[in-house]
């Protein structure tokens, strides 16, 4: 399938949603159902924490610097971001940190 040939779903909607109110979702569910094709096509960038490319940079980078792996337009695609598990803590610091500042500023 082609990068163009994205088929709406039915999730599309309350992911849009949910990001708007949460700031950072996280879409669980089997292998190749298409969650990343999901997550990529509200995305304005993305990063691809289990890419073999460069013998797993991306992967050692979140380990080394995770806010670095964040640096990015939002909303940014983080796609196995399980591969590091604290990650997942660099994601909601971001969030509260743009909230905090959105409310106070």
């Known amino acids: 399938m082609s990068e163009n040939a994205y088929r709406p779903r039915i999730v599309d909607t309350q992911l849009q949603q949910f990001l708007?109110?949460?700031?950072?979702v996280?879409?669980?569910?089997?292998?190749w159902c298409g969650k990343t094709s999901t997550a990529r096509e509200i995305s304005s960038s993305a990063v691809y924490i289990g890419d073999p490319a460069q013998n797993f940079v991306n992967r050692q980078l979140?380990?080394?610097q995770p806010a670095v792996i964040l640096d990015g337009?939002?909303?940014r695609l983080i796609d196995e971001w399980q591969e590091y598990p604290p990650l997942w803590d660099e994601v909601r610091y971001r969030v509260d940190e743009?909230?905090?500042v959105h409310s106070c500023g």
Do not use: I, V
């Open 20 to 24: 708007r109110a949460f700031g950072a």
């Open 26 to 31: 996280c879409l669980e569910g089997p292998k």
């Open 62 to 64: 979140a380990q080394l």
């Open 73 to 75: 337009k939002t909303p």
């Open 98 to 100: 743009r909230l905090f």
